[in-house]
């Protein structure tokens, strides 16, 4: 197998042409968190030519654990515009309601069983429409509107493509079984665990995750496991009251607007947790129609964090209860719907040890560090958590990218060769766990 | 009766002297609601050696409708102190539990029943100890602390007496009955309820309460009745949570700290009325024990008022419920109790303008008004409204009087011309409706 | 002048299909405030082809004095859809920047100067699409999204038209001048202070107002005029922090989100005025942009109201001191800019005893009541109180007309038999007031 | 030295009924911060005996620096209580404006200088009454009302009496200086800083201090080390606003209760921080006087804490900004006021290596931990972040005891074996350091 690692490393560089080309094409045709019908359509063509069995729809993709699932006439918009940017109508048609994403396996055998994630979806924004921006200029900017790649997940896919390019002119040296998860819905921490809901972690001995940038700022930098993934809970709040004519009888009116208001205050003031870090925010606030009359609606968007999952279910419950109150305050229904989570959770010692080995092996790494905090949420920390309590191991990486704004910015771009480094490096760990 | 109307004046005129020095005595024993219990025994005194009957304690007061009583070791303290500065020890024995207050009455056969009211209760305020302050350069400055008469009960009491005095010696003249009912616990809404479940307004025909000062600025001011009078309720709240060490675990704790400024807020938060004047006030919070400890108690005083007794109970009503909410959304227990209330209300037309045809044959009137907005609380208002509502009439007068300083304030004394005047005003309207 | 005064009567009458039709279009092609293009320009056709003498544009409204225009972009839609539905284009040119309404004058020589004001704006609402809706059943529902005429004013536009026509058939028995306003922007107390800044109120010795419905809820009800027209101050208020990473650092962000749901809360908590009724009302608050990012952007719109000028002004004063408050709370900056305001103010006795003795002699007013306190917020008592100042008189009217639904509902409509009484209504105060 | 060392072990055990009396004397006659004119008499006297060279007054205390000083008359009342309770008055003379606390400083020609900190201060509390509470039932519970040791510095001073003793038997074996710090208000944050600011650790190269129980719970515990001292900052707030009567005209009052509940529900909603724990906590909150008045008044007790000085500075920042906005929001003025501040640090490495080595020559010590989290706010990491500034270095010990209740609890009590553990470590801990 030694030898065949050696491979790698020009597969690699050989591929790297047509993944920057894949990352460019997802990056044109951006799409959100259950909407990722051509993306999905996209990669489950390419997979199914190289040779592997893919699963999509129901699946991989339990129904019932999908949160914060968009409405159906915006999922049937985005069905149809998927379509027109070149999308297989029947594959679109076997993600209906949202269910995106797909699991694409390789079975060689005997043999441990591997899982490397990969997340696709793009992020809620606009993306900038200025010379400097360089994929607006070279004419790769989205082309959906409120929809861009803003999070590197176009990379993400693009290195899944490499590695399951390469895994598959080295099957034959493979004993055991590879599953690539393209997994949908990372952003608002939706996606992990309808997967996992749905099987996709059964069997799984390891699992590996990365990310593009991140803590690991440039290229050559690269950080070898993560620690205090924040886990994390995602509600959406209605409060619903009675309008009435604020001049001639606001005493008849239910005030939804000042509900919201003090429910907004209150959380934030939620007390610190002694444990560890904690985290609320009420990202969005939307109430009233009118200045006259008295605001009978308000809707809320807001999470919660926690260094563990205990402090975040501590937080949760506490917004729940505030929530209440909010409502009992001002007299108004409300409704509270959990629209995304995730759990906490931390890198297998052992896994990360591996690929400080790998990454020092690849040579291109010139700041290696080892497991570090993360102090933010990765859905992926769903899937390695599973796979720990099911007795397997797994680690979560970062690669450096020059990147040319922060992460989540309307001009956020990154240096492409990355991107065959991914592949290379996830290509490297399947051979070292299922090498012969 | 013509004649006898005009020894009015002169018997006024030649009390003077006598109604001051009540006056003076009054307010140097201060003593504030349900703890008037030297000023009732005097009271009852000079009012029996007049001829009257007098009915004290439970004749006169309604222990389950009591509001807003001191507590047990309080009142005993009050009753020794009463005790040590004159009072008979029989009488404020009979008024155990705070059973303060008298009614003394006059029966002269066939006729209508007519209460005259006066409040006697002084104020929960430290007297001013400056020689510019006339009480205290001429020695009848409170000797109580934290009581002081800064509102004119002492001069309401002394004339009072005066119309007991006046009535006495007209007797032969009466037909009908009066009531003398010195009152308790006006401050703070306290008092006129108890009164008014004892059955003290059974059988009256017509009321009529006054006030010195006010809206009547100046000696000369008359104001011959009210409308507005506000509605009230008092509402004493406490917030019971849990402490915990702010640095080490502050999420162990239920912050009762928050839970009040959160109440405070948004009780002030509540609608404004589209039918009429509303009033909320949170008049102190007491919370918390020390600088790192997470507070886990609270108590606040707040009240409610509204130009019907309508508006009253709507904001007593939103009050309730916002105290509710405050406790669920810091998960603290909590406690509303109801210290005081009384009802909003008007003169009657008829009374107010046989009161005008009086001060007007008395002379001393420069200046008068009909019926004026009041634009505050009187327990008066409860009085008056339960009169009303069993057929009766009523009106609630004002006498103009230079003061030192508003009411309630610390240097507050009054021009003590106008006690006599008082008085003749009330002994004028018996001999108006009584007169054979 | 009597027989005259027979004959308005008659003419009224015959006018009804005609007002009856131009309300139906006028209610078709609905615009909200400083957007009457085609309103305007309809009715400037009409009333020129009557021989009045018709202004538009910065003559009779002052640039400066408007609150509360619409964007540039939007203001231009709005002329293009004005003139797509028939408008005159050299007439909407005219009125560019918003410069809607207009002023008819009919000047007879020697005489006072009577002013009649007609209010012409549309409301910011979706009318309903049910068949249950006479409107839409019968085919003149509004077909501007966002815009219906849900107040009435559709109505009272025609009704002008009405006074305009009668008037002109009169005008050889009339000796003054009169000037019909047709004024923009009532909703949200926009349009009056910048005509009364151009001048249209220059000479005006009486002025007459009026509205269909408001409380006078049936047909045969006649409400002759107000007092207790709330005075009111309108303001947009915009608070820009700063975005951070809800996890990661969230106390780099500065939160605009929390300084608006402070601000709302402390503005409810102003406190009531003794001295009459006052208002507040933040009727929306629109802020953040994602769930995990703090909030860098708000924006509220609210409103003070007073039943008088003073009041209205101490709570503006108190809303603005809020409002930077509650920016340096969250170390945000901010904007508050006025975008309406009106007055408080109250009919003249005198034009009030006029229009009852008017409604009496019309014969359809069975309920005929005196100034009546109104408890809203007109736009004009603007116009009122300056008349008011300059030595003239005025009053407002109400004019009964069963209603499908409230002012302001989506389903509101009106017995449209009133627009003609309206139409007699305002000719025979004409006819009183200049008749010869 | 060595065999010196081995006598450390019997002089503290002969010592350990001294000590114990030593802890129960002071704990009966309890001071807290900034009063303690008995017990530093009592110590001054002691040491002096022993031999020592002992500061106190100006020579220890920095007038300027401190915080959180009790009123001039509390003052004047503890000193004269303390010499009723025996102390010297010419010592407690010297000890005026509240200079409690002194330094012991024993010279030994050439070496390093180590300082050796016990703090001797009490906490506000009310000491338990009842038989099952060991202090009370042996008549050694505090005789001073609102005074009580419940958080085991009658036994730091007790420990740091042995110390001296046993030093100064070893005198002769010491080379350098031996500086015992007997620091006064460690609650409160407030000594510390006043004692670095006199000159007190000026030369020093290494220091020690330590507590019984907190995080070592057992007899037999030993920590060698803390990390995660919270930085604290202390602020005492009041608002001051202006009364009016809550009924008449409620708008001319500026609330301040009003102020202060906005203050403290904003204050708790300071945003968590990305780098570390953070505290906020609004103590106790008192407002107001009458429920009918607008209130006028109120004050809050707050601290913030940081994990690191930065943050706490972070904190602290914002809470001052905070409070200026609540004052504007109400339109009141106010005062903010550092009564406490202390700031974040470690231990040094090597001194808590020592530290380990000397608890396991100890023999007592079956669980020995490392340097741990300490979580909360330690007045003695001034000191010891100071010294290492200065390039010296120490460490925090803690040893544990069990005790009858958590620290600051009314019933709190201590094993007392745990007093002569302490000497003697302390004392090890200098003859390694000053051994010849």
């Known amino acids: 197998?030694?030898?065949?690692?050696?491979?790698?490393?020009?597969?690699?560089?050989?591929?790297?042409?047509?993944?920057?080309?894949?990352?460019?094409?997802?990056?044109?045709?951006?799409?959100?968190?259950?909407?990722?019908?051509?993306?999905?359509?996209?990669?489950?063509?390419?997979?199914?030519?190289?040779?592997?069995?893919?699963?999509?729809?129901?699946?991989?993709?339990?129904?019932?654990?999908?949160?914060?699932?968009?409405?159906?006439?915006?999922?049937?918009?985005?069905?149809?515009?998927?379509?027109a940017q070149g999308a297989d109508s029947a594959l679109v048609a076997q993600m209906s309601g949202g269910m995106t994403g797909l699991v694409a396996t390789l079975r060689r055998g005997e043999g441990p069983t591997l899982a490397l994630r990969f997340d696709i979806d793009a992020n809620d924004i606009d993306e900038s429409q200025e010379t400097k921006h360089r994929p607006y200029r070279d004419g790769f900017a989205s082309v959906n509107p409120g929809a861009m790649h803003a999070c590197g997940h176009d990379g993400h896919a693009a290195a899944g493509l490499g590695v399951a390019n390469i895994l598959m002119q080295l099957k034959d040296h493979l004993s055991g079984t590879v599953k690539l998860i393209f997994q949908p819905g990372e952003e608002g921490s939706r996606g992990a665990a309808a997967m996992e809901a749905a099987g996709v972690l059964e069997g799984v001995d390891y699992i590996f995750g990365g990310h593009i940038g991140i803590k690991a700022r440039h290229l050559g930098d690269f950080i070898c496991g993560a620690r205090e993934f924040l886990a994390t809970t995602k509600l959406d709040v209605t409060f619903t009251g009675k309008p009435a004519h604020a001049g001639m009888c606001p005493e008849e009116g239910r005030n939804a607007l000042l509900a919201a208001a003090t429910c907004a205050l209150n959380l934030h003031a939620i007390s610190r947790h002694g444990q560890g870090a904690s985290r609320i925010n009420v990202g969005s606030l939307q109430a009233g129609q009118g200045r006259n009359i008295i605001p009978a609606h308000a809707v809320l968007q807001l999470e919660t964090r926690g260094v563990t999952t205990s402090i975040d279910g501590f937080m949760a419950q506490e917004a729940r209860r505030i929530i209440e109150a909010a409502a009992l305050m001002y007299a108004v229904d409300y409704k509270a719907e959990?629209?995304?989570?995730?759990?906490?959770?931390?890198?297998?010692?052992?896994?990360?040890?591996?690929?400080?080995?790998?990454?020092?092996?690849?040579?291109?790494?010139?700041?290696?560090?080892?497991?570090?905090?993360?102090?933010?949420?990765?859905?992926?920390?769903?899937?390695?958590?599973?796979?720990?309590?099911?007795?397997?191991?797994?680690?979560?990486?970062?690669?450096?990218?020059?990147?040319?704004?922060?992460?989540?910015?309307?001009?956020?771009?990154?240096?492409?060769?990355?991107?065959?480094?991914?592949?290379?490096?996830?290509?490297?760990?399947?051979?070292?766990?299922?090498?012969?």
């Open 1 to 83: 197998m030694k030898e065949q690692i050696g491979r790698v490393k020009e597969l690699a560089a050989a591929l790297e042409p047509e993944l920057v080309a894949a990352r460019r094409d997802f990056h044109k045709y951006a799409e959100p968190g259950w909407t990722e019908f051509r993306t999905t359509a996209v990669l489950a063509k390419k997979l199914t030519r190289l040779g592997y069995q893919v699963d999509i729809g129901d699946k991989v993709i339990n129904k019932d654990a999908m949160m914060g699932v968009p409405k159906p006439a915006v999922l049937k918009k985005h069905m149809e515009r998927a379509i």
């Open 338 to 436: 959990c629209t995304g989570a995730t759990q906490g959770g931390e890198s297998s010692p052992e896994m990360a040890e591996m690929a400080r080995t790998i990454a020092q092996e690849m040579g291109y790494f010139e700041n290696i560090l080892g497991i570090t905090s993360f102090g933010a949420t990765e859905d992926f920390s769903h899937l390695l958590t599973n796979v720990q309590k099911q007795g397997g191991k797994g680690t979560y990486v970062q690669l450096g990218a020059d990147a040319s704004a922060g992460h989540h910015h309307f001009c956020f771009d990154f240096d492409e060769k990355v991107i065959a480094y991914f592949s290379e490096f996830m290509a490297r760990a399947a051979c070292r766990l299922l090498g012969a």
